[in-house]
Structure formats: C-alpha cells, structure tokens
C-alpha cells in the first residue's frame, strides 16, 4: 500500500513570467485615471452650479426686473450656464420649478399656477394664434416672455460633454434682448393713446346722448317708472236726447263722401213722355 507523501502537488503548467515594468504603461493609466477624474469633478461642478443658480435672482430690488436683470447676477449666470446641456438646463428649470419660481434664471417672480383641471389649457380661444398647451408647460414659466427668455437660452446650448468644451473660452451665451424704446415708437405710442383716448370719449358722449333720448321717449326702465298723474272725468251733459235723424230734407242717404247726387226733375219728366210717344 502506497504512503501518503507530505511533498505539494506541484502543476504541470509553466509560470507566468512578470511582464517588465514598462514606465510609459503607468504613465498612460494615470492619465486615464486623471481624466476619468477631471470628467467626474465637472459633473459636480455643473450639479452646484444648478443648486447656485436655482436661488437666482439674489438681487431683487425694484429697478431690476427679468428684462433688465441685475449685472451681477446676469454675469453669474452667463458664466455658469456655458458649459450646460440641454439636459441640465432641464434640470435647472425643474429646480426652480420644485423652489416654485418660474423656470427662466433671471425671473424673481413665481410660476404660474393654474387652477382648472385637466392636462391641456386653451391659449387665446377664438384668435388666430390660438393653441392647446399642456398645463405642465404652463406651469413652468411666469407668464409668455419668461418662457421665450428661457428658451432662447437653451436653442444656444451644446449637446456635446462638458468636458470637451471646458477648454474653450470662446464659448459665450447671450441674454435675450428686449426690444429697445425708440422716440418713434414712444411718439406712435403716444398719439395711439391719445386717439384711443378720443375714442373713449367719443363713445361715453354717444352713450349719455342714447340714454338721455330713452329717457326722453320712455324707453328705458327710469321712463317706465315715472309716474304721470291721469285723471279720468265724466264728461257731463247738459241737453236731452234726440232720436237721430236723416236731416231736415231727408235725403242724407244721396249723400257719398260728402258729395250728393242731384237730379234735374224737369229732364227726367220730358224723357219719359218722348219714350211713351
């Protein structure tokens, strides 16, 4: 019987031999590594920027307003939002949506609320821009102009990784520019309200004259309650009854619309004795 030998089993299979240790190996994995890490700090980069601009605006005194925002403010936002995807403009947006601000950066005022049910609302019924917007898009923006500020924004946005632009300082992002006021739009404006304001009155002087004719006519509900005094009086008679009568010649029945037919007696008489000869 064999004994049971106390040597390790020993493989049939040669051992690896090391590869050397070559330095431009690890260079290369560092450098991955380094930007695999650089990728990773600019994703937080942008997620604190999202909480940073989400508070925005921080100063919201009265002479700024979401079409002149604040330069500080309007400076942050530009810097910050150069590297954003369209992705992340959504979620700011939704940050901003979930703090209940309107979703454009700039705008101080809350989002619009609407209070009737469903999914869609009807935007200007009975016009010719007239379209059915989905209540949650509505929800989003203060009023029309915050959301094509915001959007104006985003069409100016890069699909591409941040981390490929981070490099790039050319890269700038415009704020919506309002329509500037010029001395003729102010003029034309004036003279629009000036002629509407003629108009207005024009129309309050028609009014008052129609109503002062209905009045005067008794046509409307102040006519109708006037109260006129109306006194119905017998009237009394002071001669006796007489039996009617054709009249004195009696020959009121010749009489057609005031006109009575007279006859010649002697002409008659002298017809008839020529027709009996």
Partial sequence: MATQSNNP?????????????????????VQHANIIQQRKELEDTITDYIIELSKLPLDRSSPY??????????????????????????DLISERNANGLCGYTLCPKPRMRVAQRGEYKLINY??????????????????????????????QLNDTSAWERAGIDSIEIGLYEEPKK?????AARRLTRDMAGLQVEAERK???????????????????????????????????????????????????????????????????NTTGI
């Avoid at 002149?68 to 530009?78: E, G, L, Q």
């Avoid at 917007?133 to 959007?151: D, F, L, N, Q, S």
């Avoid at 008052?208 to 006037?226: C, F, I, P, S």
């Fill in 65 to 90: 307003t979401s079409s002149s925002p604040s330069p500080t403010d309007a400076a942050t936002f530009k810097s910050h939002v150069r590297l954003f995807q369209p992705s992340d403009y959504e």
């Fill in 182 to 186: 010029t001395e003729e739009d102010e």
């Fill in 9 to 29: 089993l020993k493989g049939i299979l040669k051992k690896p031999i090391p590869p050397a240790a070559d330095p431009k190996v690890r260079e290369v994995a």
């Fill in 206 to 272: 028609a009014a008052k004259d129609a109503q002062e004719l209905a009045l005067e006519r008794g046509d409307t509900d102040e006519g109708a309650k006037r109260k006129v005094d109306v006194r119905i009086q017998e009237n009394s008679v002071k001669g006796v009854a007489e039996e009617p009568s054709l009249g004195k010649d009696d020959d009121g029945h010749l009489v057609t619309e005031g006109y009575k037919t007279k006859f010649d007696s002697q002409k008659n008489t002298a017809s008839k």
């Fill in 126 to 155: 009975g016009r010719k821009d007239f379209s059915i917007v989905p209540k949650k898009e509505i929800e989003r923006w203060c009023g029309a102009a915050c959301a094509r500020r915001a959007m104006w924004i985003k069409v």
